[in-house]
């Protein structure tokens, strides 16, 4: 039987989410979308789930919206707390079902962000955490978030990377909001796309040497755009007069889409196998990882995309759980 362990899957344990109501209760239309969505938060709900598709087991971790978005630096520190209690707890409860799972920060302090990671991952076993493509509008280059880079590297473990964007960022200058739910479809590889970049051309990756950084959805519109990528921006520079870029390729120790190519990926893809193609040819083999986005996602049509590509059997196995006993340092 196929082990499969899906990397990046969202889970709210009940205890947590009833002290997020609580604390932070204005959670509008998302909200809503989370509490109708059973398998978040019900226990026996998403095991009946798990159990149709054989030896498979999930690293957990909370999903959408961020604790900057919805409540302040000492709430949300509060919040992360909790959410990493209640995630280990599960772990040592279900080890089966749940063999790890990932630590939730706050950065809207990040001495307090970078203490809890390194106690939810020292103490309580996290193996690794999760931040999102921006910390309430701020980019993740800025050298205020410079520790939160530091603290993963040094655990050697790694960094889930989370896609974050709402109707308030519109798509024209003319409206106020995003319409049709743009700003999910493609806001949220877009935002994915640009954190990425930043963090490549801020040269996070030449501080950190070894850093691991999981991008959601296959690293977003980066394997489809690697022309645009590499070739289109190694003029980086010359589109622009308001600001001088002429030496932020040079300042890079390598060719900057070596740096692209180091991020992992993850397949929830929404059972696009199209996708998943393009993503596994950029990413390469060993840098693409099983996961299905559950319950936000669907998980068989997740599983056939997989199996519908032409892969060897050992490519398979990387990809279902080799890849992920490999990055989390661990056996399944």
């Known amino acids: 039987m196929t082990l499969l362990v899906d990397i990046y899957c969202h889970i709210y344990p009940e205890s947590y989410f009833a002290a997020m109501e609580e604390i932070s209760p204005k959670l509008g239309d998302i909200g809503k979308r989370l509490r109708a969505n059973k398998a978040l938060i019900d226990l026996e709900t998403r095991f009946k789930m798990m159990d149709a598709h054989g030896d498979y087991r999930q690293v957990p971790s909370l999903p959408n919206p961020p604790l ?62 999760q931040i999102y493509t921006n910390v309430a509008g701020r980019p993740l280059d800025l050298p205020e978030f410079l520790p939160i880079f530091e603290i993963a590297s040094r655990h050697d473990l790694p960094i889930w990377l989370h896609p974050a964007r709402t109707p308030a960022m519109p798509d024209y200058a003319t409206e106020e909001l995003s319409r049709f739910e743009m700003w999910w479809c493609f806001g949220w590889p877009y935002e994915t796309s640009v954190a990425m970049s930043r963090l490549v051309y801020s040269g996070m990756f030449d501080r950190f040497p070894g850093l691991k950084i999981l991008t959601h959805h296959l ?21 622009t007069s308001s600001e001088d870029y002429s030496t932020v390729l040079s300042s890079l120790k390598r060719p900057h889409m070596e740096y692209f ?72």
């Open 68 to 129: 900057e978005e919805i409540a302040d630096a000492a709430t949300g520190a509060r919040l992360a707390r909790l959410g990493n209690d209640a995630m280990a707890e599960l772990v040592r409860k279900h080890p089966e079902r749940f063999p790890a799972f990932v630590a939730a920060v706050s950065l809207l302090d990040v001495d307090a962000a970078v203490a809890e990671a390194d106690r939810a991952m020292t103490d309580l076993g996290a193996k690794g955490l």
């Open 219 to 239: 690293g977003g519109m980066i394997p489809y755009y690697d022309g645009r990528v590499g070739p289109g921006m190694e003029v980086l520079g010359n589109r």
């Open 261 to 332: 190519h180091e991020f992992f990926a993850d397949t929830a893809m929404f059972g696009s196998a199209n996708g998943l193609k393009c993503g596994l040819d950029f990413f390469g083999i060993e840098h693409v990882l099983f996961a299905t986005d559950t319950p936000l996602g669907p998980i068989a049509p997740t599983i056939e995309a997989i199996k519908s590509l032409d892969l060897t059997e050992a490519e398979r196995t990387s990809i279902f759980s080799g890849n992920a006993a490999r990055l989390l340092n661990m056996r399944f």
